[in-house]
Each structure stands twice: as C-alpha cells, then as structure tokens.
C-alpha cells in the first residue's frame, strides 16, 4: 500500500521560533499532497494544498507567510510554522495523492506541535 | 463540495453490525463517496470508497442507493479496536481537496 511519513511526529518550541514539518511518500510520487490541521475534538481542516513545483494554494483564513509550504520534490514537501505561537499549537496532518487513475488519498501519522 | 451530514456519535456493543448513515443531497455526477477511520493523535485511514450501488472489501461494505444521495458504511462485528471517528467524504478525490465535516464518533462498548 501507499505510505506516507512525517516527521517530526512530536514537536514542542517556544513562543516565537519557527518549526518544520517534513511529509514523504515512502513508495510513490505525489503529484499533490495537502496539509490539514485538527484540532482537539474537531474535524480535520484543510490549510493549503500543495503541487510539485509550483506555489501552495492556501485556503481562506490561513496566512501564507506564516505558514510557508514547500513541495521541492515528488515525494517531499514541507510546512514550515515561523514564529509559532501557542494558538498554532494544533495536530497537523499531510496527505499525498497519486494522481492518474488512483482516486483515494494517503494521509501521514501526524505531528503534534506545542507552541509554549 | 457536496457538504455531508452524519450522526455525531453512536454507540454499540462488541460483536454487533454497525451502519453509519452519511446524506449528501447535493452530491454531483463525477464524485466519489470515500470514508476514513480515524484513531486519536492519527491520520485518518482508507476504509472505502464507492460510486454507486454496493463496495465490499475485506474491512466493510459501502451501500450506495440509485439516487446516491446517501451512502451507509457497514462495519460487520465491531470490536473494541474499531472505536474511532469515521468520515464520509465526498467529492472527486484523489489529486482533489478533500472536505472533512464532523464525522461519527463510534464508540464500541464491551
């Protein structure tokens, strides 16, 4: 099956400091991976999408320079979190899609972020 | 987006048959109905997903009536593992956004 990582899957910074989340397709190429947000007891909600290659498009609401994606490969792309504060503090979730003729998503572990 | 309503929560007993309902009145003629399982602090995870009529794979059956404004995930003696959230989406997924809505929380009691 079609495996997705992130890592790290636990972070914890202080107030102002910016931290990187990194989402890999383990066994295929992601045309497009996404990234969601969740937080506790809600719903999974979409912050930005992600091609290979070109600039992420963010969803409404979601400020894209604090929260700076970067899709440098296939298989690769990144969420960078600058200067956290601690109402970023969320579970953050990436997915990827094959693309072609698959018509499902792969959803990574998740990383927890704690912005103190 | 088709938006999707389900039921919040439900409950059930070790060794039962679970059917989670799912409307989607506005679904359109390219979408798909998938529906992922999500356990605490994970990425959800694939269960199914369907066009019309009936899915079945080794985990649950997914019944789509004609009009497919509905759909119901079928979760055959559900153990206490299978407590989680489950999702219905819908919408032309793969390289598409997906949309989650609230989900049904299940919890299976023993």
């Known amino acids: 099956g079609a495996v997705v990582s992130q890592h790290p899957s636990r972070v914890i910074c202080k107030s102002g400091t910016s931290v990187k989340i990194e989402c890999r397709s383990l066994?295929?190429?992601?045309?497009?991976m996404f990234w969601y947000r969740q937080f506790p007891k809600q719903s999974l909600m979409l912050m930005a999408t992600s091609n290979e290659g070109s600039k992420a498009t963010y969803e409404q609401g979601v400020e894209k320079d604090k929260f700076l994606i970067n899709h440098a490969s296939l298989t690769l792309s990144t969420l960078t979190v600058t200067s956290a504060h601690p109402e970023d503090s969320s579970f953050y979730i990436c997915s990827a899609a094959r693309g072609g003729s698959y018509n499902e998503q792969f959803f990574g572990p998740g990383t927890r972020l704690t912005v103190l | 987006l088709a938006k999707t309503t389900q039921p919040i929560s439900m409950d059930s007993y070790e060794g039962q048959e679970v059917n989670i309902t799912c409307s989607h009145n506005?679904?359109?003629?390219?979408?798909?109905i998938t529906w992922y399982q999500q356990f605490p602090s994970q990425g959800p995870r694939f269960i199914i997903q369907g066009y019309k009529t009936k899915v079945t794979n080794e985990v649950a059956s997914l019944f789509i009536p004609a009009d497919r404004k509905s759909s119901t995930l079928s979760l055959p003696r559900v153990s206490l593992s299978d407590t989680a959230v489950y999702y219905c989406?819908?919408?032309?997924?793969?390289?598409?956004?997906?949309?989650f809505g609230t989900g049904t929380r299940l919890t299976v009691i023993p």
């Open positions: 066994d295929f190429q992601a045309t497009t």
């Open positions: 506005n679904i359109a003629t390219n979408d798909y």
């Open positions: 989406l819908v919408g032309e997924t793969g390289a598409n956004n997906l949309f």
